[in-house]
């Protein structure tokens, strides 16, 4: 079992950054690939960012460039670096371990970009 918990939400303006933070707790060892995903008021869940075991990065075509995900290496805390905010970077930001089938989410972190 695998407890996430994000941090570093909250209020920033257009052009901003913010730093998240998803720290794990639990059995970790089978865990392969760790991403972040967003939801904004109204919206479907969309992916923003992935990490594999092996390093291997991929962002979402809307935050190429401008965020950075990454990790620690005992791999309990994931990072997404957000740069360049946008108003319609507004949403609910989770952090997803993958461990074979099953998916393991934290409780969502707001994010919230306005002047």
């Known amino acids: 079992q695998v407890q996430l918990v994000e941090s570093g939400g909250g209020l920033v303006q257009p052009g901003g950054s913010l730093r998240l933070s998803c720290a794990a707790s639990?059995?970790?060892?089978?865990?392969?690939?760790m991403g972040w995903y967003r939801q904004g008021t109204g919206k479907e869940r969309e992916w923003v960012a992935t990490?594999?075991?092996?390093?291997?990065?991929t962002y979402a075509d809307s935050v190429k460039g401008r965020f950075t995900i990454s990790r620690d290496s005992a791999w309990r805390t994931l990072y997404l670096q957000m740069n360049s905010l946008k108003p319609e970077d507004t949403a609910v930001y989770y952090c997803?371990?993958?461990?074979?089938?099953?998916?393991?989410w934290g409780k969502g972190t707001l994010v919230t970009v306005s002047s």
């Open positions: 639990g059995s970790i060892w089978r865990i392969n690939v």
């Open positions: 997803k371990y993958k461990s074979g089938v099953i998916d393991y």
């Open positions: 990490i594999t075991s092996a390093g291997i990065t």
